[in-house]
C-alpha cells in the first residue's frame, strides 16, 4: 500500500466539497479532492435522457440565496425562472397565488377570486413577520416546530394546506414538526427570489464551483477510515492511502458522520418522476400544489418543467416532474398513482406520458428540527474538519456556506 503526503485532502465533491476545495485553492493551499461517485455534485446531479434533462430528484436554485452569488456567476448559469408565485389546484379549477412583491398589481384580481380573505392576510403577516429578523431566526431562541407557529399565528383553511404542502415539499417533511425558523428563512429566500432552473440543468451549479479544480478531483474514491497519524490524518481507501495535514469531511450527511464520529442525522427521502410528452401543456411555468381539502395523492409539487425551463426539453416535446415523500421505511408511492395525481394537479390527463426516469432518493435532506441550530461546529480536531449542509441549514446555500466557512477556519488556523 502507497501513502502520498498532501497538504488538504477533502473528502467529496458536492456543493460543501467543492466550494470548501475552490476557497482553500484560491488561498494557494495544495488541495486534493476524493469523490466516492463517478461524477461531482453529490445530490446536485443531472441525467440527460433522450435530450431531457430530469435532476436527480426536482430541485430549484433560487438566486437570492447570498452565498450563491459569492460562490459562482450567476450570469454564467443562465437561470431559467419559474412563473413568481405558486399556482393552486382547487376542487373546482385553479388559482394562482401571485408574488406580491414581484407583481403587485395582480394581488387585488388574487384576491377577488377568493380562498383568501383578509383574515388570512393578517395570519400570514403573523407567521412571516419574523422572516423580516433573519439574524433572530439564525439565533434559534424563540423557535417552535412550524406546525405549532403555524396554529399559533391563525392561519388556517386554504392558506393552510398551501403552505403545508409547499413547505413540506421544500422541507421533504409533511408533519410540520421541523424548525418554523428555518421554514421562515427559506420563506424569506422565495419572498427575495423567483426559484430557477440554470439553462445546464442544475449540475452546471457543481460544474461551475469545479472549474478550476479539475485536476485535484479523483472520481472512485471512497474514503473508508481515517486515522491520525503524527501531525496529520491517515485516510484509507481501501486500496491506498494518503497522508493529510488536514483533512475536511465533505461527505454526505451520514457517512460524514461515521467518517468523523458525529452524531447521525435524521434523513427525509424523496422520489421524483420525470416524463415526457409530445402533447402540448397548457400549465402556466409555475410550482404547483394541491390546496383541496382531500388530496387525492400523494403528490406534494407537480410543474412543466420545460415551460419554465425550455432547455430541459428537446424542441417541441415538453418534460413534466412531480415529487412525493418516501415513507419512513423508504417505500415510495407507485408511479401510476403520482402519474394520475400529478395530471390531475396540472388538470391535464397523464395516459400518454412517457416515464423517463424515476429518482428515488432515501436520503434527499437532513431534518432540522426546532430549535434551529446553523452554523454547527466545523473543526473536529487539529486538522480534522468536517462540512456539509448537515453543519448549516439543509439547502444549497447552508451546503454552500459550510463549504466557505470551513475553509476560512481551517487558513485562519493556518495563519
Ligand atoms: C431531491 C432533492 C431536492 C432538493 N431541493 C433543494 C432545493 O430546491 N433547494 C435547496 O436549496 N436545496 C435543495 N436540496 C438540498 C441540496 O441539494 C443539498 O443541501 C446540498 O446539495 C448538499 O450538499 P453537500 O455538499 O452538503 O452534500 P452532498 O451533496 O451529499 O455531497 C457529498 C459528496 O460526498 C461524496 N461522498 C460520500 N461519501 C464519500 C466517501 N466516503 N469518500 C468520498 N466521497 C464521498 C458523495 O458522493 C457526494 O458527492 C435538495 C436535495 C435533494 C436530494
Not at 436554485?61 to 419559474?82: G, I, M
Not at 393578517?122 to 419574523?130: M, S
Not at 404542502?165 to 410540520?176: I, K, P, S
Request: glycine fraction near 12%.
Amino acid at each position: 500500500m502507497t501513502v502520498d503526503d498532501i497538504d488538504v485532502l477533502v473528502i467529496g465533491a458536492g456543493l460543501a466539497g467543492l466550494r470548501c476545495a475552490g476557497v482553500l485553492a484560491a488561498a494557494g493551499r495544495d488541495v486534493t479532492v476524493w469523490e466516492a461517485a463517478d461524477d461531482i455534485g453529490g445530490r446536485v446531479r443531472t441525467d440527460v435522457i433522450d435530450g431531457f434533462r430530469c435532476d436527480r430528484g426536482f430541485q430549484v436554485l433560487n438566486p437570492a440565496y447570498p452565498e450563491l452569488s459569492r460562490a459562482v456567476d450567476l450570469e454564467e448559469l443562465a437561470l431559467q425562472p419559474f412563473g413568481a408565485g405558486v399556482a393552486v389546484r382547487r376542487e373546482r379549477g385553479a388559482t394562482v397565488w401571485v408574488h406580491p412583491l414581484r407583481v403587485p398589481q395582480k394581488v387585488p384580481a388574487m384576491l377577488a377570486r377568493g380562498g383568501l380573505g383578509p383574515r388570512d392576510l393578517v395570519a400570514l403577516a403573523r407567521w412571516a413577520g419574523p422572516a423580516l429578523r433573519p439574524g433572530a431566526l439564525k439565533s434559534g431562541g424563540a423557535d417552535t416546530t412550524l406546525h405549532a407557529a403555524l396554529d399559533a399565528a391563525g392561519v388556517r383553511g386554504e392558506l393552510r394546506r398551501v403552505i403545508d404542502r409547499f413547505l413540506a415539499g421544500v422541507v421533504l417533511d409533511d408533519t410540520g414538526s421541523g424548525s418554523n425558523a428555518f421554514a421562515l428563512l427559506l420563506a424569506r429566500m422565495f419572498a427575495l427570489g423567483v426559484p430557477a432552473l440554470p439553462a445546464g440543468g442544475m449540475a452546471a451549479l457543481p460544474r461551475r464551483l469545479a472549474a478550476g479544480l479539475h485536476d485535484r478531483i479523483s472520481l472512485h474514491r471512497t474514503a473508508v477510515d481515517i486515522r491520525r497519524d503524527g501531525a496529520g490524518f491517515r485516510v484509507g481507501d481501501g486500496a491506498g492511502a494518503v497522508r493529510a495535514a488536514e483533512v475536511v469531511v465533505a461527505a454526505d450527511p451520514v457517512t460524514a458522520a461515521g467518517l468523523a464520529g458525529l452524531p447521525t442525522p435524521d434523513m427525509h427521502g424523496v422520489v421524483t418522476d420525470w416524463w415526457a410528452t409530445d402533447e402540448p401543456q397548457s400549465a402556466p411555468p409555475m410550482l404547483w400544489v394541491d390546496g383541496r381539502p382531500e388530496r387525492t395523492g400523494p403528490v406534494l409539487n407537480a410543474a412543466v418543467i420545460s415551460a419554465a425551463a425550455p432547455t430541459y426539453a428537446p424542441p417541441g416535446r415538453h418534460l413534466i416532474a412531480a415529487s412525493a415523500l418516501l415513507a419512513r421505511d423508504g417505500a415510495a408511492p407507485a408511479e401510476e398513482i403520482t402519474r394520475r395525481h400529478a395530471a390531475a394537479i396540472l388538470s391535464t390527463d397523464g395516459a400518454g406520458w412517457e416515464l423517463l426516469i424515476r429518482h428515488r432518493i432515501p436520503a434527499a435532506l437532513p431534518a432540522q428540527p426546532a430549535p434551529l441550530s446553523v452554523r454547527r461546529r466545523v473543526r473536529l480536531d487539529d486538522g480534522l474538519w468536517v462540512c456539509g449542509d448537515h453543519r448549516d441549514t439543509a439547502s444549497i446555500q447552508g451546503a454552500l456556506v459550510s463549504g466557505r466557512r470551513t475553509a476560512e477556519a481551517l487558513l485562519k488556523r493556518a495563519g
